[in-house]
């Protein structure tokens, strides 16, 4: 068989040369899957010693894309290295003194693929940096202390952020040829400039750092501050996010979370329920003295408040006769919470009503008097 025909050149390259660059490109399209799931696979052997509660289909989840963007790239750059024309043609060229430099599109392509191997290459690390933060989080989520559940997103973005600067500076060494020591030599005078410029971002970081060690609140809290009675859901590097009774999701700057005064609600060992109960006036005083003693021998005798409980006669009113109902709940669980004062509230109207008294409500009531007659009429307000 002659195979001299794979030699003849076509547009400056051999039909040998077309025939390697189709193949190479299409065998590794092809193949892209399968050698991303067989590299992920590998990889994940390094990672099984801490993560054997984790399955390799998350870490294949998170690493199978990034690895096939690099196989992509690799064959793609691979194969156009098979053709010489027109890679190897001048695009640039100027004399700077008696220097003379010269850019050829080869050298241009051959700094695109190093840019984006090295951007693949930074991404797979990332990704891993999700898996690990991934078990870790896992890990936490059966331990009490909710301490690590905060501590491991915040140290997850923080080592994200000092690989992508490093990347930063790998991609302005390797692809643009800087001088990297003279880079960072200039930040430390442009850094006072940075600092200047980003105060305030510089502080809200600082007050993520305050929250991890004075530790006033931890994710999973319930806290009042700046007006909201709110759950921490997560501590980041610049703001901390929250979610309130509304179910409304709101981010606080970290500067303000340490800045002012916040009620760790969590924190407290009782929940204090205060209400006042309106009673008409025609009320005897035997009976709103058997009232307050049944309602206080029933809150005293349940096993979710303390025995602290004041009930009194508080006062005369314009429309009723005010009893001052004051008792604490050892559970500060809101749920549960609402749930035990919910029963308690239902009690006390029970106790009102079988003592054959009852609610008042705001009304005027009218004499008229005609001669010997007086007629009265009762009006709502």
């Known amino acids: 068989m002659d195979f001299s025909i794979l030699n003849q050149t076509f547009f400056g390259n051999s039909i040998k040369a077309y025939l390697l660059f189709g193949i190479i490109l299409l065998g590794g399209l ?58 190897h043609e001048v695009i640039f060229r ?16 051959d700094k695109v693929f190093l840019f984006l191997i090295i951007v693949s290459a930074f991404r ?23 301490t690590d559940d905060q501590m491991v997103p915040f140290l997850k973005e923080l080592t994200k952020i000092i690989v992508i600067i ?10 643009f040829n800087m001088n990297i020591a003279a880079i960072i030599a200039g930040l430390g005078i442009g850094g006072i400039a940075i600092a200047l410029a980003a105060q305030d971002t510089l502080q809200n970081l600082l007050g993520s750092f305050t929250i991890f060690a004075d530790k006033p609140f931890v994710v999973g809290d319930f806290v009042h501050v700046l007006g909201y009675d709110a759950v921490v859901e ?24 340490i800045e002012g005064p916040l009620e760790n609600l969590t924190l407290r060992n009782l929940r204090r329920v205060k209400l006042s ?6 009320t005897p005083a035997p009976v709103l003295q058997k009232i307050t003693k049944e309602i206080k021998a029933y809150i005293n005798q349940r096993p979710e408040t303390n025995s602290d409980t ?34 308690i509230n239902f009690k006390i109207m029970e106790i009102v009503l079988a003592n054959g008294a009852d609610f008042a409500f705001p009304s005027n009531t009218v004499y008229h008097n005609f001669g010997n007659q007086t007629l009265q009429i009762k009006k709502d307000a």
């Open 124 to 146: 797979i690390l990332l990704r891993m940096i999700d898996f690990v933060s991934h078990v870790y989080a896992y890990k936490a989520s059966f331990t009490e202390s909710k």
């Open 234 to 257: 997560k501590v980041g590097f610049r703001s901390t996010i929250v979610r309130t009774v509304d179910k409304t999701l709101v981010i606080i700057p970290n500067k303000k979370m």
């Open 30 to 87: 092809l193949l892209k899957r399968l050698i991303s799931k067989y590299l992920g696979r590998l990889l994940f052997i390094f990672f099984q010693r801490f993560s054997k509660e984790i399955k390799v289909e998350k870490f294949l989840e998170l690493l199978l894309k990034p690895i096939e963007l690099l196989i992509t790239v690799v064959v793609l750059y691979a194969a156009l290295n098979q053709l010489n024309y027109p890679l």
């Open 166 to 175: 490093v990347g930063v500076f790998v991609v302005l060494g390797a692809v």
């Open 310 to 343: 004041h009930i009194h006669f508080d006062g005369f009113g314009d429309f009723a006769l005010y009893v001052q109902v004051l008792y604490y709940i050892e559970i500060v669980d809101y749920a549960i919470y609402m749930n035990i004062k919910e029963e």
């Open 277 to 282: 109960l309106g009673l008409l006036y025609g």
């Open 94 to 109: 100027r004399n700077i003194g008696k220097a003379s430099y010269t850019i050829r599109l080869i050298q241009l392509i």
